[in-house]
C-alpha cells in the first residue's frame, strides 16, 4: 500500500488549488489565449490572471481546511469539476445556473446520450484518482488556535498577493473581465459551485412563493357562437431545431421536401427563441412575460397559457416525447408517450416523433370539445442526431455515429443534424395531411415552434445552452410554421394572404402567448394585442374588440 508523508493543510491547499487551475481548466486556458493579445503583452496578462486565480483558489480552500471537512468538499470540487472539464472540452458548453438546471430536470434518456467512454475516463483519472491520492495523504492538523491562527496568515498573505497583482494589472484584467463574461462560466470548479447556488436558489424562491392565478377574467369571445363545428388547434413544440437549417426558410439544403409540396403552410424567418434550453424557453413561452423580464421562479408558482385556454372552456391536452413540460402543463392533461412499446417507432428506452400522431384521426372523429393539442418533440435533441430518426432515414450522408461529436467531421454532424430535420419535416408533413383530411368535420389548425435553436460546431460551440447573452445566433434563432384549414380560416376569422406578408416580420417567443389568446378568441386583462402575431390580419378584431 502506497504511504503518502503527512502534509501540512497549507501546502494541501495550495497543491489542491494548483490542481484545479491546471487539471481542470484547459478549456479555459485554450480560451484565454484567444481572447488575450499576442505576445509579450498577452502572455504576462495570461500569467497575471493564472496567480489571481491560484491565489483566489487557495484563500476560499484555507478557510473550508479543517479536519472532516477539508477532503470531502475537495472530493466533491474533484469529481464534479472532472464533469465540468468533460462537457466543456467536449461540447464546448458554459457551466451556469441554467445548464445545472438542465441537467437536474431531464431524464435518463437524455443523460444517457452524453454518457461515453471519454466521460468515464475524465471521472477516473480527473476525479476519482486525486481524490484517492487525496485521501492517503496524511494531514498534519495543528491544535485549533494554532490552525486558525496559520489560516489568518495564509488568508492574509493571499489577500497581498490578490491586491498586489490586481494593482499592477488592474487596466489589462479589469478589460478582461468587462470584456468577457464567459471567463467565470469556464472557471473550474467556481463554475459549478456558482450554477449549483443559483440553482439552488431558484428552487428556494420557488418553494417561497404562494402559487398565483392568473387570467381569472378569461372567457371565450362572443364569435365562438359562429363557429359551425368543433375545433382542433395542434401546437407543436419543436427541439434543438435552428432556423437557418430549414429549407422552407431558405436553407441551401432541402431538408423540407414535404412541408414545401404542403398548400397553406406560412414560415416565419425572423423569429428568436426566449432562452437556449428547454428549461427556459418552454416555461417562458407559455408564461406571458417577456423573455427580457422572464423569471422561473414566477413562471413556477403561476399559471400559464394552457391554465388560461382550460378556464376559457377548451379542452387542453399535452403529448410528451421528450423530458416533460417542465411545469407548464402541471394542471391539464399530460400523456408521456417516450415510454410506449411500439415496435415500430420506440427501442432502446426511446420513441421516434410519428408516435405523437398516434391515435390523433381518432381523436378528431370523436372530438366532442374544442381542444388545444400540444405536441412535444424529441425533435433534434444531440448529441446522439442519428438516434432522432428512424433506421434507413438518413437523407445524408455520411452521419456522426457518436456522442463524442469533436471525434467526427462538421459535415458528418451536419448530415446527421439535417436528418433529424428532414424527419421532422416528414412527421409535420404527416400531421398537416391528417388535419386537412378531417377538415370537413373539424377545424384544424397547426404551429410549429422550436424551443431553441443548436450550435453544430461553429465557434468551437456544440449542442445549446450558452447563455443568452453571449450565445450565437444558432442557438437562438428558431423555425416558425403555420397551417390553418380552410374552415378554421373561416370560423377564427384568419386572413392568410395577410399573414403571409409577414413571414419577414420580426417575432419572438414572447408573441406565442398572446398570439393563441388572440387566434383562439379568448378574452383576458393579461392579452395584450400588440404581441399578437394574428391580430392586423383577423378583419373582426376591430368589430369585436
Given at each position: 500500500m502506497l504511504n503518502f508523508k503527512s502534509l501540512r493543510t497549507e501546502w494541501v491547499t495550495l497543491l489542491a488549488s494548483v490542481y484545479l487551475l491546471v487539471g481542470l481548466n484547459m478549456f479555459l486556458w485554450g480560451h484565454l489565449q484567444e481572447v488575450v493579445p499576442a505576445g509579450p503583452t498577452g502572455l504576462w496578462l495570461s500569467l497575471a490572471f493564472a496567480v489571481l486565480m491560484l491565489f483566489a483558489f487557495n484563500l476560499v480552500l484555507t478557510l473550508f481546511a479543517f479536519r472532516y471537512v477539508f477532503k470531502p468538499l475537495l472530493t466533491v470540487l474533484f469529481i464534479s469539476g472532472a464533469s465540468a472539464a468533460y462537457f466543456m472540452n467536449q461540447y464546448g458548453v458554459l457551466i451556469d445556473s441554467g445548464m445545472f438546471r438542465n441537467m437536474a430536470e431531464t431524464n435518463i434518456a437524455e443523460v444517457r446520450d452524453l454518457m461515453s467512454f471519454k466521460f468515464a475516463v475524465y471521472i477516473l483519472l480527473l476525479g476519482i484518482l486525486p481524490s484517492v491520492l487525496l485521501y492517503k495523504t496524511q494531514i498534519a492538523y495543528r491544535p485549533w488556535h494554532r490552525e486558525i491562527l496559520g489560516k489568518l496568515v495564509v488568508s492574509g498573505a493571499c489577500v497581498v498577493v490578490l491586491g498586489s497583482v490586481a494593482l499592477v494589472n488592474y487596466q489589462g484584467l479589469?478589460?478582461?473581465?468587462?470584456?468577457?463574461?464567459?471567463?467565470?462560466?469556464?472557471?473550474?470548479?467556481?463554475?459549478?459551485?456558482?450554477?449549483?447556488?443559483?440553482?439552488?436558489?431558484?428552487?428556494?424562491?420557488?418553494?417561497?412563493?404562494?402559487?398565483?392565478?392568473?387570467?381569472?377574467?378569461?372567457?371565450?369571445?362572443?364569435?365562438?357562437?359562429?363557429?359551425?363545428?368543433?375545433?382542433?388547434?395542434?401546437?407543436?413544440?419543436?427541439?434543438?431545431?435552428?432556423?437557418?437549417?430549414?429549407?422552407?426558410?431558405?436553407?441551401?439544403?432541402?431538408?423540407?421536401?414535404?412541408?414545401?409540396?404542403?398548400?397553406?403552410?406560412?414560415?416565419?424567418?425572423d423569429v428568436h427563441s426566449c432562452g437556449t434550453e428547454t428549461a427556459v424557453s418552454v416555461p417562458c413561452m407559455f408564461s406571458g412575460m417577456k423573455r427580457k423580464d422572464y423569471d422561473a421562479r414566477v413562471a413556477k408558482n403561476r399559471e400559464g397559457l394552457l391554465d388560461i385556454l382550460q378556464r376559457a372552456g377548451l379542452a387542453v391536452q399535452w403529448r410528451d416525447n421528450q423530458s416533460g413540460c417542465k411545469g407548464t402543463c402541471d394542471r391539464v392533461q399530460f400523456i408521456d408517450v417516450s415510454n410506449l412499446k411500439d415496435p415500430q417507432l420506440c427501442a432502446g428506452g426511446e420513441c421516434h416523433d410519428e408516435i405523437l400522431l398516434q391515435g390523433?384521426?381518432?381523436?378528431?372523429?370523436?372530438?366532442?370539445?374544442?381542444?388545444?393539442?400540444?405536441?412535444?418533440?424529441?425533435?433534434?435533441?444531440?448529441?446522439?442526431?442519428?438516434?432522432?430518426?428512424?433506421?434507413?432515414?438518413?437523407?445524408?450522408?455520411?452521419?456522426?455515429?457518436?456522442?463524442?461529436?469533436?471525434?467526427?467531421?462538421?459535415?458528418?454532424?451536419?448530415?446527421?443534424?439535417?436528418?433529424?430535420?428532414?424527419y421532422t419535416d416528414k412527421v409535420l408533413a404527416a400531421l398537416i395531411d391528417t388535419l386537412r383530411s378531417k377538415q370537413d368535420q373539424v377545424d384544424t389548425a397547426m404551429i410549429y415552434l422550436s424551443d431553441h435553436g443548436e450550435s453544430l460546431g461553429e465557434y468551437n460551440l456544440f449542442l445549446h445552452g450558452t447563455?443568452?447573452?453571449?450565445?450565437?445566433?444558432?442557438?437562438?434563432?428558431?423555425?416558425?410554421?403555420?397551417?390553418?384549414?380552410?374552415?378554421?380560416?373561416?370560423?377564427?376569422?384568419?386572413?392568410?394572404?395577410?399573414?403571409?406578408?409577414?413571414?419577414?416580420?420580426?417575432?419572438?417567443?414572447?408573441?406565442?402567448?398572446?398570439?393563441?389568446?388572440?387566434?383562439?378568441?379568448?378574452?383576458?386583462?393579461?392579452?395584450?394585442?400588440?404581441?399578437?402575431?394574428?391580430?392586423?390580419?383577423?378583419?373582426?378584431?376591430?368589430?369585436q374588440r
Open positions: 479589469s478589460s478582461l473581465f468587462r470584456n468577457h463574461h464567459e471567463l467565470r462560466l469556464m472557471l473550474t470548479p467556481s463554475n459549478v459551485v456558482g450554477a449549483t447556488i443559483g440553482y439552488v436558489n431558484e428552487r428556494v424562491g420557488t418553494a417561497a412563493r404562494p402559487f398565483q392565478s392568473y387570467g381569472e377574467d378569461a372567457r371565450r369571445d362572443g364569435a365562438w357562437q359562429k363557429h359551425a363545428r368543433k375545433s382542433l388547434t395542434v401546437l407543436v413544440v419543436g427541439e434543438s431545431a435552428r432556423a437557418d437549417h430549414f429549407g422552407v426558410l431558405g436553407y441551401g439544403r432541402d431538408t423540407t421536401p414535404n412541408l414545401a409540396k404542403e398548400q397553406g403552410l406560412l414560415s416565419f424567418s390523433l384521426s381518432e381523436l378528431l372523429d370523436n372530438l366532442d370539445k374544442d381542444t388545444v393539442l400540444v405536441l412535444h418533440q424529441m425533435g433534434s435533441h444531440g448529441p446522439e442526431y442519428f438516434k432522432r430518426y428512424p433506421d434507413g432515414g438518413a437523407r445524408f450522408t455520411p452521419v456522426c455515429q457518436s456522442n463524442a461529436l469533436n471525434q467526427c467531421t462538421q459535415q458528418e454532424i451536419i448530415n446527421g443534424y439535417d436528418n433529424t430535420l428532414a447563455p443568452y447573452a453571449i450565445a450565437p445566433e444558432q442557438q437562438k434563432h428558431v423555425p416558425l410554421l403555420t397551417w390553418f384549414s380552410d374552415s378554421y380560416k373561416e370560423d377564427f376569422g384568419i386572413d392568410t394572404q395577410c399573414l403571409a406578408k409577414l413571414s419577414d416580420a420580426p417575432l419572438s417567443q414572447d408573441n406565442l402567448f398572446h398570439s393563441m389568446l388572440g387566434l383562439l378568441q379568448v378574452r383576458t386583462e393579461v392579452y395584450q394585442q400588440s404581441l399578437d402575431m394574428f391580430a392586423s390580419c383577423r378583419p373582426w378584431l376591430a368589430v
